[in-house]
């Protein structure tokens, strides 16, 4: 993350800006104080890399886990630059939530996080409302705002659903609401229907 910030290729807020001053408090050593290495480990016994990691002892704020102290694998770069910089939340353990939530839903993080920002960006351009939201202020940074819709689209429900379609059916949705259609095109960041990585 701090590498992306300091060449100026970190996803923030949509893919509008390539770094931003609160990226620091999303770089590792924010995380490191959960990981716990029992050495270098891999996915595969024959990985170089090695690289995988896990928040040990991290307490839930949200959820039908709120309140339990739980392990988080990861978070690794996709996620934290997707749920944290490209939706401008500079919440270290918002992030690592969010990873733990994408993980037991069966939501994957990359096309969670890109998907929010697209909904956040409609949102800070008068395209969406509180009334379409359900109530929610998808503003960039609203870190309890992105956890809501997460659990919302892990139990099916609330506005939770349009986001889980994904950004290609939201341009759609959006439309249908009075938005410029080449305006979505352009900062919905999809091809055939996949959103865009970090």
Same mark, same amino acid.
């Given at each position: ?6 060449? !100026? ?8 800006? $390539?770094?931003?001053? =609160? ?6 050593? @924010? %995380?490191?104080?959960? &990981? @716990?290495?029992?050495?270098? +480990? ?33 978070? @690794? ?7 944290? #910089? ?6 270290? /353990? ?5 990873? &733990? ?6 939501? /994957? ?6 998907? *929010? ?8 351009? $008068? ?9 929610? #202020?998808?503003? %960039?940074?609203?870190? !309890? #705002?992105? *956890? ?8 099916? =429900? ?15 949705? %959006?439309?249908?609401?009075? #938005?410029?259609?080449? %305006?979505?095109? +352009?900062?919905?960041? =999809?091809?055939?229907?996949? =959103?865009?990585?970090?």
């Amino acid at each position: 993350t701090k590498i992306m910030n300091d060449y !100026d290729i970190l996803p923030v807020h949509n893919f509008r800006y $390539g770094n931003h001053p =609160e990226a620091t408090k999303i770089y590792s050593p @924010e %995380f490191c104080k959960y &990981f @716990e290495y029992g050495g270098p +480990d891999g996915c595969w016994y024959g990985c170089t890399m090695a690289c995988a990691k896990f928040a040990r002892g991290f307490t839930l704020r949200s959820g039908p886990y709120k309140g339990q102290t739980i392990t988080v694998d990861g978070p @690794e770069y996709e996620t934290v630059a997707g749920i944290g #910089a490209n939706c401008g939340i500079w919440d270290a /353990d918002a992030v690592l939530e969010a990873n &733990f939530y994408c993980d037991t839903y069966g939501i /994957d993080t990359i096309s969670f996080g890109t998907s *929010l920002a697209f909904a956040m960006e409609c949102y800070e351009e $008068g395209i969406l409302n509180k009334e379409i939201t359900g109530g929610l #202020a998808l503003n %960039f940074g609203n870190g !309890d #705002a992105m *956890l809501e819709i997460l659990h919302q689209m892990g139990r099916g =429900e609330g506005f939770g659903v349009v986001v889980g379609q994904g950004i290609r059916r939201m341009k759609q949705i %959006f439309a249908d609401y009075g #938005a410029d259609p080449q %305006f979505l095109q +352009d900062i919905g960041m =999809e091809v055939k229907g996949l =959103e865009y990585s970090e």
